[in-house]
């Protein structure tokens, strides 16, 4: 029996490490299991951030066009601003002159006879109608020039 013991006792130790190490291999798998999941998540976000990268890639290609036409826009914008400070220029220097122009306008305006008075008449000579046929000398041709005068 004591023969039987041991061998029966080195059974039962021989048991209990394996029971062991099968708890130990349960312990180690459910870690690696997480593990695996935690790759599988890691490889879908590297795979993702790859297509985002292309996004990116596109964004910034845009950001720069944008870029560009800000950089026109700002050109023309300057441009015109520099026509518009011209014909401002140009409007300002013809100012004086409409002035004058409007009061000599003014002037004359005032210097008119307001309706409904007399307008004076100056004697005006009024020629003779003749008929023009036949021969004229130079004389009658002055006289008829000074009559018209």
């Given at each position: ?20 190490q099968m708890l130990y291999l349960v312990e180690v798998s459910t870690p690696s299991a997480n593990w695996s999941l935690v790759l599988m998540k890691f490889s879908r976000k590297l795979i993702q951030s790859m297509h985002s990268s292309g ?95």
């Open positions: 029996m004591s023969s039987a013991n041991p061998s029966g006792k080195a059974q039962k130790d021989r048991l209990v490490e394996l029971e062991e996004c990116v890639a596109q964004m910034e290609g845009r950001v720069n066009e944008l870029d560009s036409y800000q950089k026109t826009l700002l050109e023309m914008i300057n441009d015109m601003s520099e026509d518009f400070r011209a014909t401002l220029n140009v409007v300002r220097n013809e100012i004086p002159d409409v002035n004058t122009r409007l009061d000599l306008i003014m002037r004359a305006m005032a210097n008119q006879v307001p309706v409904g008075e007399a307008i004076p008449v100056t004697k005006v000579k009024v020629p003779e109608s003749k008929p023009l046929c036949g021969v004229k000398d130079a004389k009658a041709l002055k006289n008829f020039i000074f009559d018209l005068k």
